[in-house]
């Protein structure tokens, strides 16, 4: 069983940065950032292959997010910069242990392994 608990949410103004942990128990394949805005859909932010390291961003964050991991402590991260308020959503990791290829590696269905979300706020 994969448990994941994340943390280091907050509110910040626009503009600045915040970087989210999830620390991650059991084996994983694939590894993710989705985030869910107040009336919005979940949507899949960035994602990372464990083993290769290959990395997958959606346009709104490409060259803003970055998603690394550090397989000694099993633990995800998201260091997020330049943020603005469209940013501003309750941020979730998830986990698969098998592949998961272009075009799910953003669906959240394809994910079997989620966290309870922590709540990132922009203020412009």
């Known amino acids: 069983q994969v448990q994941l608990v994340e943390s280091g949410g907050g509110s910040v103004q626009a503009g600045g940065s915040l970087t989210l942990s999830c620390a991650i128990s059991g084996y994983t394949y694939i590894k993710a950032w989705f985030r869910q805005a107040p009336g919005k859909e979940r949507e899949g932010v960035a994602t990372?292959?464990?083993?290769?390291?290959?990395?997958y961003y959606i346009d709104s964050v490409k060259g803003r997010f970055t998603i690394s991991q550090d397989n000694a402590k099993n633990t995800l991260y998201l260091q997020m910069n330049s943020l603005n308020p469209e940013d501003t959503a309750m941020y979730y990791c998830?986990?698969?242990?098998?592949?998961?290829?272009?075009?799910?590696?953003?669906?959240?269905?394809?994910?079997?392994?989620w966290g309870h979300g922590t709540q990132v706020t922009v203020s412009s």
């Open positions: 998830a986990a698969d242990q098998t592949s998961i290829f272009y075009p799910r590696r953003f669906d959240p269905l394809a994910y079997s392994y």
């Open positions: 990372i292959v464990v083993g290769t390291g290959n990395t």
